[in-house]
Nanobody, 127 residues
């Protein structure tokens, strides 16, 4: 059974840091480009960051570039997101899932057909 479990969220003040983790099971983790997505109340889900299977290539949305760092540990089937200099607008539920970088629109998108979204982990940044 395919499953992804996100963790590491919490409440932090503006300028603070958090490190999110995602562990996958039931899938060939290193066979997927993996990424982080977030969804704030009343807004559409957006791609935040994406990393290639080997970890060589990384992509970030303009809103987090320079503040967030994505990484992966394939032997442990783990994906991480180090978030620094957090802002109130980073407040959202964060999810991990397979992704790709759409070069045409310069955006991070979810892999079509993926239906194993986890419960997510809540990040709240207070002003």
């Amino acid at each position: 059974q395919v499953q992804v479990v996100e963790s590491g969220g919490g409440l932090v003040q503006t300028g603070g840091s958090l490190r999110l983790s995602c562990t996958g099971s039931g899938l060939t983790f290193d066979g997927y480009t993996m990424g982080w997505f977030r969804q704030a109340p009343g807004k559409e889900r957006e791609g935040v960051s994406c990393i290639s299977q080997s970890g060589t290539n990384t992509y970030y949305s303009d809103s987090v570039k320079g503040r967030f760092t994505i990484s992966r540990d394939n032997p442990k089937s783990t994906l991480s997101l180090q978030m620094n200099s957090l802002k109130p607008e980073d407040t959202a539920m964060y999810y991990c899932a397979p992704c790709y970088y759409d070069t045409w629109t310069a955006t991070i998108r979810g892999r079509q057909g993926w239906s194993y979204w986890g419960q997510g982990t809540q990040v709240t940044v207070s002003s």
